[in-house]
């Protein structure tokens, strides 16, 4: 067992409420300590995080918190613990040692100030969160509504640059402000995720040739950005991401990457294009039959097959999320995959993509792991 290995497995186990406990106080556990797993972050090979929810009694009451214990070397503010081989990083949430925006963010006086309102209600929202990476919170002043993207520093400079160009082309909203270091302030866009309209057709769909001009107004300023790997070109990250999650699936898996491999590399893909990065229902919005983009950390050059592959591999999954509400997609998927392979060089290249995006997502819900493998070894049986 390798020392990444041992170390998922301590935080996987009851043994991790120790670490945390000796993270709090110093010591041994506080009376009444439970500790839960909450999150999971696993990066083959590099790094792997845990979040907790945590309660302990103190002399004023029962207290719930929410800790963070990751593998990878932090700094302050987190507490740094040994255990055997392995060292282990542990702090509160939102004290992300990597994010020095996020606890200002989580706080609703700083960001009303930071918005210039004083609303009679507020709320304030964590949408999203991925340790010592990103975060996203949605603030909502009464009627209006702000995001706040939360970064390291440096990448918030590069996503400022990606929001400048889709903005100039017409596709998101400007920003709104860079308050803190690592903070993104964005209006909301006008109208409704493309899941909305997934799960209520009536509302309007778009075409696949719709989608497809999208792509074609993409500012052409993205192909001199910095090119990011997309999912096809990670197969072992995500096979071993997978294996992590399916342990008993770790054949299958490995049969689909080579499956993949030989078709990714021999089946030709068109031209180095500007691409979104990650194209999915929950990023596209829809107004008034117009199409804008949000989340655009990983727009830069690529190939249209990736963008369109990410689409179509979202739509796939959906219906095992709530089959009651995504009726519709099945067929849709069809006509979309019939005009997007037909708008490509090679189908072929598309469903390797379309496979390879499903084999990522395997690890993202145990709960639909399993279905998510079965899907990409179909698709990959289109790529044959």
Same mark, same amino acid.
């Given at each position: 067992?390798?020392?990444?290995?041992?170390?998922?497995?301590?935080?996987?186990?009851?043994? +991790?409420g120790?670490?945390?406990?000796?993270?709090?106080?110093?010591?041994?556990?506080?009376?009444?300590?439970t500790?839960?797993?909450t999150?999971?972050?696993?990066?083959?090979?590099?790094e792997v995080?845990?979040?907790?929810?945590?309660g302990?009694?103190? @002399?004023?009451?029962?207290v719930?918190?929410?800790?963070?214990a990751t593998?990878?070397?932090?700094?302050?503010?987190?507490?740094?613990?040994?255990?055997? +081989?392995?060292?282990?990083?542990?702090?509160?949430? *939102?004290?992300? *040692?990597?994010?020095?925006?996020? +606890?200002?963010?989580?706080?609703p006086?700083?960001?009303m100030?930071?918005?210039?309102?004083?609303?009679?209600?507020?709320?304030?929202?964590? &949408?999203g969160?991925?340790?010592l990476?990103?975060a996203?919170?949605?603030?909502?002043?009464d009627?209006?509504?702000?995001?706040?993207?939360?970064?390291?520093?440096g990448?918030a400079?590069a996503?400022?640059?990606?929001?400048?160009?889709?903005?100039?082309?017409?596709?998101?909203?400007?920003?709104l402000?860079?308050p803190?270091?690592?903070?993104?302030v964005?209006p909301?866009?006008?109208?409704?995720?493309?899941?909305?309209?997934l799960?209520?057709?009536?509302?309007g769909l778009?075409?696949?040739?719709? &989608?497809?001009?999208?792509?074609?107004?993409l500012?052409?300023?993205?192909?001199?950005?910095p090119?990011?790997?997309?999912?096809a070109?990670?197969?072992d990250f995500?096979?071993?991401t997978?294996?992590d999650? &399916?342990?008993d699936?770790a054949?299958?898996?490995?049969?689909?990457?080579?499956?993949?491999?030989?078709?990714?590399?021999?089946? @030709?893909?068109?031209?180095?294009? *500007?691409?979104?990065g990650?194209?999915?229902?929950?990023?596209?919005?829809?107004?008034?039959?117009?199409?804008?983009?949000?989340?655009?950390d990983?727009a830069? @050059?690529?190939h249209?097959?990736?963008?369109?592959?990410?689409l179509?591999a979202?739509?796939?999954?959906?219906p095992?999320?709530?089959?009651?509400?995504?009726?519709?997609?099945?067929?849709?998927?069809?006509a979309?995959?019939?005009?997007?392979?037909a708008a490509?060089?090679?189908?072929?290249? &598309?469903?390797?993509?379309?496979?390879?995006?499903?084999?990522?997502l395997?690890a993202?819900?145990?709960?639909?792991?399993?279905?998510?493998?079965?899907?990409?070894?179909?698709w990959?049986?289109?790529?044959?």
């Amino acid at each position: 067992m390798d020392d990444l290995t041992a170390a998922a497995a301590l935080l996987r186990s009851t043994d +991790a409420g120790g670490l945390l406990a000796a993270a709090l106080t110093g010591g041994p556990e506080p009376a009444g300590f439970t500790a839960a797993l909450t999150d999971w972050h696993y990066r083959p090979g590099a790094e792997v995080t845990a979040g907790y929810r945590v309660g302990y009694d103190t @002399p004023g009451g029962h207290v719930v918190e929410h800790l963070f214990a990751t593998t990878s070397a932090v700094g302050a503010p987190a507490a740094v613990l040994a255990r055997g +081989a392995s060292r282990f990083a542990v702090w509160r949430h *939102p004290d992300d *040692p990597r994010l020095p925006g996020l +606890a200002p963010s989580c706080d609703p006086a700083t960001v009303m100030g930071w918005l210039g309102v004083r609303p009679e209600r507020f709320d304030l929202s964590l &949408l999203g969160y991925r340790p010592l990476r990103r975060a996203v919170l949605r603030a909502t002043a009464d009627a209006d509504v702000a995001y706040l993207k939360v970064l390291r520093p440096g990448r918030a400079d590069a996503l400022a640059e990606r929001q400048g160009l889709f903005a100039g082309a017409g596709l998101t909203p400007a920003l709104l402000s860079r308050p803190a270091p690592g903070v993104l302030v964005t209006p909301a866009a006008g109208g409704r995720p493309l899941a909305a309209h997934l799960a209520d057709p009536g509302l309007g769909l778009p075409g696949a040739g719709d &989608l497809l001009a999208l792509l074609d107004r993409l500012p052409p300023g993205l192909v001199s950005l910095p090119r990011r790997a997309p999912w096809a070109e990670r197969l072992d990250f995500h096979a071993a991401t997978a294996v992590d999650r &399916l342990p008993d699936a770790a054949g299958r898996v490995g049969a689909l990457r080579t499956r993949l491999e030989r078709v990714l590399a021999t089946a @030709p893909v068109g031209p180095t294009v *500007p691409t979104h990065g990650d194209l999915h229902e929950a990023n596209i919005m829809v107004e008034d039959g117009r199409l804008s983009l949000i989340d655009l950390d990983a727009a830069g @050059p690529g190939h249209r097959e990736d963008d369109l592959a990410c689409l179509l591999a979202h739509l796939a999954v959906l219906p095992s999320l709530s089959p009651g509400h995504y009726a519709a997609v099945p067929a849709l998927l069809e006509a979309w995959w019939e005009a997007f392979a037909a708008a490509t060089p090679e189908p072929a290249a &598309l469903a390797a993509r379309v496979s390879a995006v499903l084999l990522s997502l395997v690890a993202g819900d145990a709960g639909q792991a399993a279905t998510r493998l079965a899907s990409a070894e179909q698709w990959a049986g289109r790529a044959a």
